[in-house]
């Protein structure tokens, strides 16, 4: 042989041996691939049930929300005679109804506060007249005082005319006794109005009494309901409060729930990628297999389970589920928990 | 005995109109910014009554409404909710709303449904103190905005194409609901277009015929509007172009009502068949007095019939007229006796006795000036009624009455007046009794011979009767000097009926109206007057030793023994008079229960006059109360006893 | 009486996504997981008497794409005009595209708000 041909032939021994090599690695890796399509399927498998159960509770949270700001507001409102159940009023009509009996019974209470002040008023109008009685009086008395000057002049005048006034002295004199009359009905009529006056004065003090009496009362009586109305007031303002920010609360809650519907459909996308390189690590083995003919990559093939490759992968695991993946995927085992559909071999 | 209320309804609702139109010309006060402290209370002050009156009558919508309306506007003008424009706008429209309430209870009728709605935003604003805003369905929110820069909010007008493809309802679209998205971004008017609908037989219902031609008004932006075709673009025409802006509908304001009047006048309501039928009346009055007038025209001695015919239509109708428009002032005078019941009621309560209370005529009508002043006198003389005038139970009893006391009281119109009258099957009153107790009183001589009638009359004579003798004789003196009095202002006159044992009548006579007087004309020198008939006892022609002057007094005239004061008008008035007292006469008036003579020179007759005021047209004058136009269209005055008393005293 | 959506999805968390987001409105849901089920599904509402007044589907699915799903919904007449609302991704353009050539009324594009997917919903129903 010449030295030409036996270099050429060493090199094709070196490159039989070059290949021999790696047709020796690839057979150890290729195997490996569908068990790293195993662990990103289940990976994937698992972040989905996560999310489920994640949207599931959503569910069940936004029931209880609502069903809590229902309560609320029945307990608040009541339930309308239309709703079919049987109607209940609520804090709030029955807030209502208080606040008006209250306020009902506060204006009678003013009402007849009014009457009795306008009975002081009565008593007033009465002073008044007597005042106006006294004066009449006067015009009396200065009648009677005419009167008794006339009877005077009558008589001057009878005087004065001496015998000639003989008539006219018996008419000065019935004058004279109808003025002396006059003054005694005066005299009379002074008494009585003083009386009256006094009688007037005792009847109005006692009334005035009555009035005051009632009045205090009636003010007592006045503040109390405006305590009463300005608690109740303050109750319903308080419950009314609460139930507006239990509102807020469950409004605000619904917003965050609608905001994370958003975002778990993410979940959604990173499956499909998940699926997209799944594929490429297939159509990868597909194409490598072929040209090293005969290279099934069969996962089961003692060589891949042995091999440094497949304990290099099998040294990065810290979780039992990946290690339960891998074995199967291997065929090592069949493992009790895993369902073999759970894992596509291909 | 409960009083029927429904007349009284009628003046609720005419209150309400009253006190609702004040509250919108409040508000818009407020949108005007010509509102001040005063204006919020006087809103309440309306919602106030309306509420008191709405719970009266049983109105309950009306009453929550205005309730909680109240409520809010207690807040306002307490300064603990401020009146911001959302909230005067809320309030404006509960007028509407209250206005419609009280018009549904008026007929009886269910309160239409908005109020409760309107409601809710009352008490929401009563309780924060800010209307919220009610939350829009999710359905209708809107589009999210892809435009950061919002247009501005003025309205625009479009003109909008939208032809479908006739394949779109099996897209499962429908063209209804784009029309429905645009109607909801503000006014849309559409037009179908009709022209590819073909004949019914071969119409395919899967397929869209339809087209339409629209004219939008909105303040909305245009992506707003193209979103509504977001999903129909792709298979129809769409067009949307903007109209020029012609005028745009200008937002017709309805002119502001003018501010509230500070209303210190007397108002008076008046029901409106009432107008109407004077101004029917005033209608006829222009006939007839035209119709006089054609026959003056072309008169002639033969027509002198026809004449006196038309005058007499002319009379008629003036005279109709007057009563019409007196009739105007005219109220019920059972708006005063509405309070009695429960007058009489409480009081007999008290004196444990047992009344029934009867009331009549109380649709009898009054010059409304005078129903509001009889209140006073009718309350004492129901109170003295129960008080004294009926007995208790036993005293009845014993005395073979029935236990219950019967009070009746009574209005009703008898010729020219208005009679109220105060009935009791009482005590009644003795009338030896009264006599002697005048006598001892002083009021009456012993020798003096009175009919039953002035015996009775001395009643009213103050210092009649006090305290003491209030077992003795029923009623109080006190106050019926003081009723008569208050009766005699009003141009009337009180009188008693009594029988011992089985009760008494008071009777009040009034004229129907402080406005028409029944007079005595009369003559001083060459002036006319006119003396209020009711205060007139009787006039006599003096003769001369009758009169006497007493030195530095004044005259006296004697009349059976009496000597009364003797006024000379002319003096007093400062008229020049004809001669001697003793030519003239003498007309003898009462006055606070004395009596006094006023000299005149001639008496002319009685006459109704129409009283009109000097005071509101010119000034107060002393010793008259108001000057009336006499038939031949001469001015007289009308005296006023009192005030020529005083100036007597003063001269 | 509530409306009945139907919602063809195989991702679970989308199929739940959609049908918390109905149910919220008022929408009685009935799930399917992908485009054959689907159908059986209205078959079944169909039987009972009742009726689906709006379907919410995805396009990517197996056994029965949205596509496919949608052109055969549009066949048959309980679901010949009923609205129909893809779910798409940003990147589906075409996808899309054919979806409304077989017949689709709406679509929305995942992940997407609740208040977007009910607003589109009130678009398409009444």
């Not at chain 1, 005694?184 to 004065?201: M, N, P, S, V, Y």
């Not at chain 2, 769409?238 to 304001?253: D, L, N």
């Not at chain 2, 000597?563 to 030519?583: D, K, S, T, Y």
């Not at chain 2, 006094?596 to 109704?608: F, W």
């Amino acid at each position: 042989m010449s030295l030409k041909a036996w270099i050429f032939a060493l090199g094709g021994w070196r490159r039989g041996k070059r290949l021999e090599e790696l047709r020796e690695q690839v057979a150890a890796h290729l195997p490996l691939l569908p068990v790293v399509s195993a662990q990103l399927r289940d990976a994937n498998r698992q972040v989905e049930q996560a999310v489920a159960k994640v949207g599931a509770n959503f569910g069940r949270m936004a029931e209880r929300a609502r069903e809590g700001a229902n309560e609320a507001s029945r307990i608040l409102g009541g339930v309308p005679e239309s709703s079919g159940g049987s109607p209940v009023m609520g804090i709030d009509g029955l807030l209502s109804s208080s606040r008006a009996t209250l306020e009902d019974l506060l204006s009678r209470i003013v009402r007849d506060g009014e009457v009795c002040h306008k009975l002081a008023g009565r008593m007033d109008s009465l002073e008044r007249h007597m005042g106006h009685i006294v004066k009449a009086l006067a015009d009396v008395d200065r009648i009677s005082f005419g009167n008794t000057i006339l009877a005077l002049n009558a008589k001057i005048e009878a005087a004065h005319m001496g015998e000639r006034g003989q008539g006219f002295e018996l008419v000065a004199q019935e004058l004279w006794i109808q003025s002396q009359r006059s003054n005694q009905i005066t005299e009379g009529i002074r008494a009585t109005i003083a009386g009256l006056a006094g009688d007037a004065k005792s009847a109005m003090a006692e009334v005035g009494d009555m009035a005051c009496a009632d009045r205090d009362r009636i003010r007592t009586l006045e503040r109390q309901v405006q305590d009463a109305l300005g608690r109740l007031e303050r109750a319903h303002q308080d419950m009314q409060e609460s139930v507006a920010e239990g509102s807020e609360r469950n409004e605000a809650l619904a917003g965050e729930i609608a905001g994370a519907v958003e975002t778990m459909q993410f979940q959604d996308r990173v499956s499909q990628q998940i699926g997209h390189i799944v594929e490429a690590l297939e159509s990868m083995r597909a194409a490598v297999a072929v040209p090293l003919g005969g290279l099934g990559g069969d996962p089961r093939d003692p060589h891949a389970r042995g091999s440094e490759a497949a304990r290099l992968l099998a040294g990065s695991y810290t979780m039992e589920a990946e290690r339960e993946v891998h074995a199967t995927a291997l065929g090592e085992q069949a493992a009790g928990e895993m369902a073999l559909s759970d894992v596509e071999i291909f | 005995m409960e009083l029927d209320l429904t007349r009284f309804r009628e003046t609720f609702f005419q209150e309400v109109t009253e006190h609702l139109e004040t509250m919108e010309s409040a508000l818009l006060s407020f949108r005007d910014g010509k509102a001040d402290g005063e204006t919020l209370n006087a809103i309440f002050r309306c919602a106030h009554s309306i509420k008191a009156g709405a719970a009266t009558f049983g109105f309950e919508a009306t009453t929550r409404f205005t309730h909680v309306l109240e409520s809010l506007l207690d807040r306002m003008r307490g300064n603990q909710i401020a009146p911001s424009g959302q909230l005067v706008e809320l309030l404006l429209r509960s007028v509407d709303v209250l206005r419609a309430l009280v018009d549904a209870a008026a007929r009886d009728e269910e309160a239409p449904p908005v109020w409760e709605g309107v409601l809710e935003e009352l008490d929401r604003a009563r309780v924060a103190g800010e209307p919220k805003q009610p939350k829009p369905a999710p359905e209708e929110e809107a589009a999210p905005p892809q435009n950061p820069a919002p247009a501005p909010p003025t309205a625009a007008a479009y003109t909008i194409g939208f032809e479908p493809a006739p394949e779109l309802f099996r897209l499962g679209l429908d063209p209804f609901l784009v029309l429905r998205d645009l109607a909801g971004l503000g006014s849309l008017t559409p037009e179908a277009d009709l022209s590819r609908l073909p004949a019914l037989a071969s119409l395919d219902p899967a397929t869209c015929y339809l087209g339409w031609r629209l004219n939008l008004e909105t303040t909305a932006p245009m992506e707003q509007i193209r979103d509504a075709f977001a999903f129909v673009e792709d298979v129809a025409t769409v067009s949307i172009s903007p109209v020029k802006a012609g005028a745009a509908a200008p937002a017709v304001e309805a002119s502001p009502k003018p501010g509230v009047r500070a209303t210190t006048r007397e108002t008076i309501r008046v029901a409106t068949e009432k107008v109407d039928g004077l101004i029917d009346l005033v209608g006829e009055l222009v006939i007839a007095h035209s119709m006089a007038a054609a026959v003056m025209n072309n008169f002639t001695a033969d027509r002198l019939p026809q004449l006196q015919a038309a005058m007499g239509d002319l009379e008629r109708h003036t005279r109709e007229l007057q009563e019409r428009a007196m009739r105007i002032r005219m109220t019920p005078v059972g708006t005063i006796f509405s309070r009695f019941p429960r007058l009489v009621h409480d009081i007999s309560q008290t004196l444990g006795k047992q009344i029934s209370l009867e009331i009549g005529g109380e649709e009898t009508e009054l010059d409304k000036g005078m129903v509001e002043r009889m209140v006073d006198p009718l309350t004492h003389l129901v109170r003295n009624a129960v008080d004294h005038g009926i007995e208790t139970p036993e005293e009845r009893r014993q005395a073979g009455k029935t236990e219950q006391g019967t009070l009746r009281l009574t209005a009703y119109h008898q010729g020219g007046n208005v009679i109220v009258e105060v009935t009791d099957d009482g005590r009644g009153l003795a009338t030896a009794r009264i006599r002697s107790k005048a006598i001892e009183r002083g009021l009456i001589s012993a020798d003096e011979n009175l009919t039953e009638e002035q015996i009775h009359a001395l009643i009213f004579r103050p210092g009649f009767s006090t305290a003491d003798t209030v077992s003795d004789v029923s009623g109080r003196g006190i106050g019926m000097d003081v009723v008569k009095k208050s009766v005699e202002a009003l141009n009337g006159t009180v009188t008693l009926q009594t029988a011992a044992g089985r009760g008494s009548t008071i009777r009040i006579k009034l004229p129907l109206t402080l406005a028409i007087l029944d007079g005595l004309l009369l003559k001083v020198g060459e002036q006319t007057y006119v003396m209020p008939l009711i205060s007139i006892v009787e006039s006599i022609r003096p003769r001369q030793e009758q009169i006497r002057g007493v030195a530095g007094r004044g005259d006296v005239i004697v009349v059976r023994k009496e000597p009364l004061q003797l006024l000379r008008l002319g003096r007093i008035f400062h008229i020049p008079q004809n001669g001697e007292p003793a030519c003239g006469l003498a007309v003898i008036v009462e006055h606070e229960g004395r009596q006094l003579a006023l000299l005149v020179d001639e008496l002319l007759g009685q006459q109704q006059v129409v009283v009109k005021s000097l005071e509101t047209n010119f000034r107060k004058v002393d010793g008259i109360t108001g000057a009336t136009i006499l038939g031949d269209g001469s001015a007289a005055l009308i005296l006023d006893i009192a005030g020529i008393v005083a100036m007597s005293h003063a001269a | 009486m509530p409306r009945t959506a139907l919602v063809v999805d195989d991702s679970v968390t989308i199929r739940q996504m959609v049908s918390y987001t109905l149910k919220q409105a008022g929408f009685a849901v009935v799930e399917a997981v992908d485009g054959q089920d689907g159908l059986e599904r209205l078959e079944g509402v169909r039987l009972n008497g009742a009726h689906v007044d709006l379907i919410v589907t995805d396009l990517n699915m197996p056994r029965l794409d949205g596509i496919g799903f949608i052109r055969q919904l549009r066949g048959r007449p309980a679901s010949k005009f009923t609205p129909v609302l893809m779910l798409t991704t940003e990147s589906q353009e075409s996808k899309r595209q054919e979806g409304r050539a077989a017949g689709a009324t709406a679509w929305i594009v995942k992940p997407f708000h609740p208040d977007r997917l009910l607003q589109v919903v009130g678009k398409v129903l009444p």
